[in-house]
């Protein structure tokens, strides 16, 4: 991912972060904690975070212009609103005063100065209550995952229905898996159990790939979230689910089904096999629907495949964060998808 050319060079990305990272950006609540992602930097101070994007563009996603980060923000508000009411608080801008200094403005309206980058503020989820690390805490119930289970199921209710074709659905995966090909059969990515995981789920698409356009066809196609992960996840009272993907409206169009496989590894691969089965069987009772073994075997596969890729994607950076974190999370990944599609597989050769 390179940095596409700024379009406010009076201040630099660096200057944006040094002064949200600073306390005097925060007045009562002191030097914020600060998380750098792929794609933003997030700041946390007190009870407020805020969420700075980083001017990059790639094959999926535009915030090269303050216009279209400012476009992006309020679409990540707009959209969170439907599975996290209330914790989106809205979008601010980030000022170059007239005296050389920066300000945050306010939602209202902005103090004088020119605007030089646009900002998500969210109130501050309890870091312990999000899923994967009260899973780490081992302070997860059943009665969370019931809640949340009710939670999914209304959201996939109420969500836009998507009009898709059974072979255009089938091409958004085989689009996928050349974008997984290309990066993770680089030389010096390249190992023989990634090759064999990439050609049984060209095999296994191959095979199925009428039951997975059936779904599109039947019309079980969403706008969903996307992203649904187990550190999106706040099991405070009525469940909330941050960050879906505002960014790309395709990457959002998915069966709910699909979305469920993801959530499901994510959670096998911090030990919880136990989640993932009981929300999919709550939501296919609420949505009286049913998904083929194989289907969802594909699924699984795909969304590891995607994982892997994206954990490996990180080496192609120029200065890679925590670099010797990737190759491991993506053999992970690789052995999850094996795993998934072993039974589709093996009935095929039965």
Known sequence: MQPAPPDAPLVSLDDKVRYLASAAAHPGDGTPAVIETHMSWVFLAGDRVLKLKKPVRTSFLD?????AREFNCREEVRLNGR???????????????????????RAEGPADGQVVDWLVQMHRIP???????????????PADIAR???????????????????????????????????VL????????????????????????????GTRAEAGHLREGHGDLRPEHIGLDGTPVVIDCLEFNRALREVDPFDELAFLDLECRMLGADWIGPRLIAHCAAALQDSVPPPVMALYTAHRALVRARLAMAHLLDAEPRTPARWKPQAQRYVAAARKALTPVLADAAG
């Open 63 to 67: 915030f090269s212009t303050l216009g």
């Open 148 to 182: 949340l289970g009710e939670r999914l199921a209304q959201f996939f209710q109420n969500a836009e229905p998507v009009q898709l074709a059974g072979p255009a659905y089938v091409k958004r995966f085989i689009a996928s898996q050349a974008m997984n090909r290309s």
């Open 185 to 212: 059969l680089q030389p010096g990515f390249h190992e023989a159990a990634t090759a064999d995981a990439l050609e049984q789920f060209d095999r296994a698409l191959h095979r199925h790939a009428e039951l997975l």
């Open 127 to 141: 870091r312990e209550r999000m899923l994967d690390v009260a899973l780490s805490s081992g302070t997860v119930s």
């Open 83 to 105: 599975l996290a009411p209330g914790v989106y608080v809205g979008v601010v801008p980030l000022l170059a005063r007239p005296d050389g200094g920066l300000a945050i403005g």
